[in-house]
């Protein structure tokens, strides 16, 4: 009777395009400056967020931001006081 190989291999890892460059000191800051942006208008990059029994809610105002911060602008005062009511907002329907 022969014994049967029932060993799993491990994929290979995932290694996104143009990762193998190695990233100066300026990129490593601007890349920074973004996140502590994105943190500051309640997005955490860092996280995945599920869906909700109505189906994901985004607020509008934090795309719109997220869209500055991508192309490496300040996000306004004004907008972000939208954020923050729009959620507010958002809390008060549920």
């Known amino acids: 009777m022969r ?3 029932n060993t ?3 994929p290979q890892p995932f290694i996104a ?3 193998e460059k190695k990233l100066t000191p300026e990129e490593i800051n601007k890349r920074k400056i973004k ?3 994105l943190e500051k208008i ?3 990059h860092t ?3 599920g869906y909700d029994a109505e189906g994901e809610t985004e607020n509008p105002y934090r795309i719109k931001a997220m869209i500055l911060i991508n192309q490496d602008k300040d996000v306004p005062e004004e907008l972000i006081r939208q ?3 729009y959620d507010k907002q958002l809390l008060k329907t549920k």
């Open 42 to 44: 309640g997005e955490k």
């Open 83 to 85: 954020i923050e009511e």
């Open 3 to 5: 014994k049967q190989n």
């Open 8 to 10: 799993v291999s491990k």
């Open 35 to 37: 996140f502590e942006r």
């Open 17 to 19: 395009p143009g990762s």
């Open 47 to 49: 996280i995945i967020t």
